[in-house]
């Protein structure tokens, strides 16, 4: 009982059924311990549930939610997210491709490549594809705010090893300290014969700590806020420094240049992952982590409490409903179109990145698609007709209306959880939703029976952006930028609504099924 007293403290959690709160005498101890430890699993993962069961519900209520638990739980990073994708891809029959190799497409194929293990583009070709055909795609991003090692991450001070990092993003970086965190990412491993490995590595166990000044050493502190420094008193506790050796002495007076890099005690716990030695590890490339695992909360375990839901709860939404919208051989028996998921990295940073938006990563996949499905094909500019006839929709996540600060939303445009996909206005450009894109994307909710809601930012504050400008700007796609309701966006720990992912997921899922059909009821340009 004192391990599950201790599971309970580290991850404590709230049962729905009243049931489970009061056991039955009858129940002997272990009984009771399977019980609670079986209803903690049903929080975090969606692992034990049986395909038959899954199955069996039908497809109209089937729920993506503990799938994306472990999706959550495995993607600590934007390159952990990419292969956990492609691992989902591969598994459902899509064929990887690389882009530095040619292609050979045929109609109803499944396809997919990764560039620099943290962007992806997947796509299914409809049987009945014509060169010309349009590209319905949903894209989103990889990658979320955070904390990254700099090149030279060892740092020593009042007997502490510590670790410098950077801020990627804007994050709430105040909600890192007193988290307890550890490092994941990718390393160069140098291998035996020579050549050298790209793998990823991550430490699942509390590894680092930023602690926060005692209120008896800061009186004002919550009078005044608290405003860290973020060079000075950003910098996590790796290690209490060991004693010196005599050895250890000599090295004092060492140059910097020298001196090493990284901690080796770093770089030991990094190589003791890998099977490999501390010294075969030529780079690496780590973002720091919150190790709490992603969960159901609330009082009736209506909300998923994670880090990293923006944008990772769009991209799996993505992920499944194209997955899933073409999983038998029928699906795409009747489809003109190609469908698309790309998954960027560096939008928290603007997007300007090999990886990124910024780059024609997609719109050079749609080309080389056509290209390739072409064949014998002698016409005019097959990819601009594509590109006219084509349709995007730009997943990221959304301001839920916060009960505690309610009027920073305008008055009409109050996004609430659990009241499906959110769609994005903004006069200014800085989302792509027009009018008719709008309308288009709502439709196909509407046939469906998919609730939407709207946003707009209230004209004295200023509005972020996503991918979905730059990608709309680049060769004139029609555009929808759309998102899920969510609380604490870009800190450590974020909040969204349980079937406001189920929501998402059968909306995008119908948008590849149903688009072609809606869209061919409008025409603007005649």
Known sequence: MAAMARLHLLYPMTISRPSLLFLKPSLSPRASRIRKLSSFRRLCSNADQSPQSASSAGASSVSIVGDLLDYLNESWTQFHATAEAKRHLIDAGFHLLKENEEWNLKPGGRYFFTRNMSCLIAFAVGERYDVGSGFHVIAAHSDSPCLKLKPKSASTKSNYLMVNVQTYGGGLWHTWFDRDLSVAGRVIVRDSDGSFLHKLVKIKRPLLRIPTLAIH????????????????????LLSIKPDETSAESKEKGATVS???????LLLQILSDELGCC??????IELNLCDTQPSCLGGGNNEFIFSGRLDNLASSYCALRALIDSCRLPADLSTEHAVRMVALFDNEEVGSDSLQGAGAPTMFQAIRRIIDSLADKYVGENAFERAIRKSFLVSADMAHGVHPNFMDKHEEHHRPEMQ??????????????????????????????????QEFAVRNDMGCGSTIGPILASGVGIRTVDCGIAQLSMHSVREVCGKEDIDIAYRHFKAFYQSFSHVDSKLTIDY
């Open 217 to 236: 050493l800061d009186r004002t502190v919550n009078k005044d806020g608290f405003k860290p420094n973020l060079e000075t008193h950003l910098i996590p």
């Open 258 to 264: 020298s001196r090493p890099v990284h901690h080796p």
């Open 278 to 283: 501390a010294d075969d590890i030529m780079s």
């Open 419 to 452: 009241k499906g996909l959110v769609i994005k206005h903004n006069a200014n450009q800085r989302y792509a939703t027009s009018g008719i894109t709008s309308f288009l994307f709502k439709e196909v909710g509407k046939i469906h029976n998919l609730p939407t």
